[in-house]
């Protein structure tokens, strides 16, 4: 264990998502003794792999496979509780025991059926009005963050007391069955199996949103706290902190490729907002970016290469890196590291190092591109801009660099790493303007480079 000062670090995804941030909070929760979700909430899908064994985490930090290390579910989650209690349970059968170290803030907004029925009733409405569609993950998180910013959300502090809560969610179904209904004419869509429970003709009803709402506050209310107040104390007390962000900073509601974004902010700054922390405690920014891009869901993505078409590096990277999403079990798209979203992300996270992430994924790949900028309307520019429209119009530049044939998975030491290789993550450096502190060459804990360690730096 990595003994230091008392320390906070806080690790983003600086792509769009699906970085490999979980497999790096595992390994730096070694040196911390709190981990907080800041943001999101259960469209998050990070893959453990320990021992050899998978697990699969959305919502429960992914520190909560080092026992005795306590986890926090910060105030800008939005929170589902059936979820939670899901993976709860499903860790419980794997052998790890977390009621006793898992702590929600009373502040989280809920995530209810209704939620997730308008999320896939609006998406539908698109489809079928011939608009592009956001590509969600369909779990409500739009919705319920639409409410929260509209003041009326329920709480996980409402748990506590039934008939505040009903009130409450009468006043929310009767909002949200008229647009279910009227608008999205919901009354003649097929939610599927797992929304089916809690809706007739197109109306998400109240008894049993109510029924499963009470049963999980019973099971709730002992994990319910503080959050902001808990952190604080124990970074006074001397514990190490790790704030795991959620998605990646491409996603982010303000700096993202805007419409198609989550609903959340996902960059650093977030941290402390979303766990209530001030913004001095966060003292390290760890940027997470795979050596290529992956992005799930629409959007513009101006490195994106054909990857169905074997044979192809796009294809390559799609079955060596087995890029499927861990939430939805959809196809991620792949294309070349593009240093210049890079840039955008070094910027408005205040990157402190970044950590590369599947580096062995390019093994055996004859060369490589790097995109250092776009051409937009007849001009170069550098860092890619803000929102979609602008991003749309961006034809990427590149540099092409020659490929290593030699394996680098599980690589522990930079100087093993073929000349190619090195290269290439030396030209990442230059073009973002970030140093690489931190390398992965597998999932496993063990397949690590590290090359300055987050917990120490000064
Ligand atoms: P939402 O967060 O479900 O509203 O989806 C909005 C966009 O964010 C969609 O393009 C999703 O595919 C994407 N998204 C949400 N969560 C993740 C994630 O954890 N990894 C990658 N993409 C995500």
């Avoid at 009354?187 to 429970?197: I, V």
């Avoid at 992005?295 to 490195?303: A, C, E, M, N, S």
């Avoid at 999932?443 to 120490?456: A, K, S």
């Amino acid at each position: 264990m990595i003994t230091a000062k008392t320390r906070n670090v806080v690790v983003v995804g600086a792509q769009w998502g699906d970085e490999g941030k979980g497999k790096l909070v595992d390994w730096l929760t070694e040196s911390a003794q709190g981990v907080v979700r800041f943001q999101g909430g259960h469209n998050a899908g990070h893959t453990l792999v320990i021992n050899g064994v998978r697990t699969a985490l959305h919502l429960v930090p992914s520190g909560i496979m080092r026992s005795g290390v306590k986890c926090y579910i910060g105030n800008g989650v939005v929170l589902s509780a059936a979820k939670l209690f899901e993976e709860i349970e499903a860790l419980e059968k794997a052998g790890v025991e977390l009621r006793s170290r898992l702590r929600v803030s009373e502040a989280c907004p809920l995530i209810l059926p209704f939620h997730a029925a308008l999320d896939v009733a609006r998406e539908a409405a698109r489809k079928k009005g011939g608009q592009a569609i956001i590509g969600t993950t369909g779990r409500g998180i739009g919705p319920a963050y639409e409410d929260k910013i509209a003041r009326r959300a329920l709480r996980v502090q409402d748990l506590k007391y039934p008939e505040r809560f009903a009130g409450k969610l009468h006043e929310l179904l009767d909002l949200h069955n008229h647009v279910l209904v009227t608008y999205l004419g919901s009354a003649a869509f097929d939610f599927g199996p797992t929304l089916a429970p809690y809706m007739a003709a197109g109306k998400v009803l109240f008894e049993p949103v109510f029924e499963e709402a009470m049963r999980h506050a019973k099971l709730l209310k002992p994990m319910m706290a503080d959050v902001s107040r808990e952190l604080n104390e124990a970074h006074f007390k001397g514990a190490n902190l790790l704030f795991e962000g959620a998605q990646g900073t491409l996603l982010d509601v303000d700096h993202g490729t805007y419409p198609y974004v989550t609903s959340s902010n996902c960059v650093a700054g977030n941290a402390a907002a979303g766990a209530g922390v001030g913004p001095g405690l966060l003292h390290y920014i760890l940027g997470i970016t795979k050596a290529y891009c992956t992005r799930v869901g629409g959007g513009p993505f101006p490195t994106e290469l054909q990857w169905e078409v074997p044979g192809t590096p796009g294809y390559h990277m799609s079955t060596v890196g087995f890029e499927t999403g861990v939430t939805t079990g959809r196809s991620r798209r792949c294309g070349w590291f593009d240093g210049a979203l890079l840039k955008r992300s070094a910027q408005v996270n205040g990157l402190s190092g970044l950590c590369i992430t599947k580096l062995d994924v390019l093994d055996g790949l004859k060369e490589l591109k790097l995109c250092t900028g776009y051409q937009l309307d007849g001009q170069l520019t550098e860092i890619l801009p803000m929102g979609a429209d602008d991003i749309e119009r961006c034809t990427a530049v590149y540099e092409t660099m020659a490929g290593w044939s030699e394996s680098t998975v599980g690589v522990t030491q930079f100087d093993k790493l073929p000349t190619n290789a090195r290269l290439y993550l030396q030209r990442i450096e230059q073009v973002t303007g970030v140093p690489i502190h931190m390398v992965s060459t597998g999932p496993d804990r063990e397949q690590t480079i590290v090359l300055r360690h987050p917990y120490l730096a000064d």
